[in-house]
């Protein structure tokens, strides 16, 4: 089992930025890949960000490359997503999700193990 515990979601301005956290414990962190999702009011989860454990290879969604970056820290057994450039298109609940697999994957489906999500809120 692997437990992820998100932080760092709140309400900021279009522009401004936040850096989520995800703790994980449990099983060996560094084996996983980690993935953002995110899920706004009335729509699907969607892929956000991901990082692989075996060489640190990251993936985003068209909406976000430029604006955010995703980065693990295995010896703290943590992976933060650093968001700038904020708009109000950004306001969701982002999860954080875990995945033993060789590669990092799109679909939520692939992804054994979630947090409880952060709420992030962009004012215009």
């Known amino acids: 089992q692997v437990q992820l515990v998100e932080s760092g979601g709140g309400l900021v301005q279009a522009g401004g930025s936040l850096r989520l956290s995800c703790a994980a414990s449990?099983?060996?962190?560094?084996?996983?890949?980690m993935a953002w999702f995110r899920q706004a009011p009335g729509k699907e989860r969607e892929f956000v960000a991901a990082?692989?454990?075996?060489?640190?290879?990251?993936g985003y969604a068209d909406s976000v490359k430029g604006r955010f970056t995703i980065s693990r820290d295995n010896a703290e057994n943590t992976v933060y997503l650093q968001m700038n450039s904020l708009k109000p298109e950004d306001t969701a609940r982002y999860y954080c999700?875990?995945?033993?697999?060789?590669?990092?994957?799109?679909?939520?489906?692939?992804?054994?193990?979630w947090g409880q999500g952060t709420q992030v809120t962009v004012s215009s």
């Open positions: 999700a875990a995945d033993s697999g060789l590669q990092y994957s799109h679909y939520d489906l692939a992804y054994e193990y």
């Open positions: 449990g099983r060996t962190f560094s084996r996983y890949n």
């Open positions: 990082i692989t454990w075996r060489t640190a290879r990251t």
